[in-house]
């Protein structure tokens, strides 16, 4: 199916259906996708295979010359974003200048959207980092993905470049005392001749019992909206994520947001 990727640095403002009037950030090459994912639902399509040319992140400072461009353009425009997100094509947590992007976007938006918050999407596999999690602490908005509480799951589903610890990866995530949002995408189907489904009663009690463990400040559910690379993908109807949602809210008394 047909996907895309965002082919500048500073994108948008976008609508987008979680955080508002959104102004992107990519910290990933423009013509190329760059992450330790490598989703079958992702929009940004697969990760490239066999590509020997080394990816170009756009420098610290290029980010930060193109952001402050934009800014100062919306503001004459009186058109300030309601936040400005980390996205684009990949992982953004694994660019190596990361924190010091963080704190530029913050005197950024001092100075020409006080009233914007600042989002980072990731898929949390870079919390090994010292420099990653303090970047985050920083944040308003600490959007980390947790797709399902079994493993089995996310090797098929998120197809992780490294194994990934679930046990490491909760107490990775405990590290935030309770300042994130986890982000769980609920969809099903059948890849690589498995069927999935993350909506199933066992799927939703190890992935509560996850949640129990992290106690996030809010969780984001959502299902497939757009093209994917993957065929075979089926949509979660909303009925089933509202469930899901009054179940956590219920059991875990933590606040879901369903888009």
């Known amino acids: 199916m047909a996907t895309f990727l965002f082919d500048k640095t500073i994108f948008g403002p976008i609508s987008s259906r979680r955080l ?35 990816p170009i992140l756009p420098t610290r400072f290029k980010v930060k010359e193109k952001l402050e461009a934009k800014l100062i353009e919306l503001q004459k425009m009186n058109q300030v974003p309601d936040v400005i997100t980390f996205a684009g094509n990949g ?22 959207a006080k009233k914007a918050r600042v989002a980072v999407l990731s898929n949390a596999t870079m919390l090994h980092k010292e420099s990653v999690v303090a970047a985050l602490k920083k944040v308003d908005d600490n959007i980390l993905k947790l797709d399902a509480g079994i493993t089995d799951f996310i090797d098929l589903v998120n197809k992780p470049n490294k194994t990934i610890n679930l046990d490491t990866l909760i107490a990775q995530l405990q590290k935030f005392e309770g300042k994130l949002i986890i982000q769980t995408m609920f969809l099903k189907g059948v890849h690589q001749s498995i069927s999935f489904d993350n909506t199933t009663e066992i799927e939703i009690k190890m992935w509560m019992e996850k949640l129990k463990k992290i106690a996030p400040q809010k969780v984001m559910i959502y299902s497939i909206a757009r093209d994917t690379p993957a065929d075979k ?15 956590v809210t219920s059991e875990l008394k933590i606040k879901v947001e369903v888009a």
Request: proline share 6%; glycine share 6%.
């Open 91 to 112: 992982e953004p947590t694994i660019h190596p200048e990361f924190e010091s992007i963080i704190d530029d976007t913050l005197a950024l938006r001092s100075l020409y």
């Open 20 to 54: 508002g009037i959104s102004l992107g950030v990519n910290l990933l090459p423009n013509n190329t996708k760059v992450c330790t994912f490598d989703c079958i639902y992702c929009e940004c399509g697969w990760n490239p295979k066999g590509n020997k040319i080394k």
């Open 233 to 247: 993908l089926i949509k979660v109807e909303k009925e089933i994520l509202d469930k899901i949602a009054e179940k």
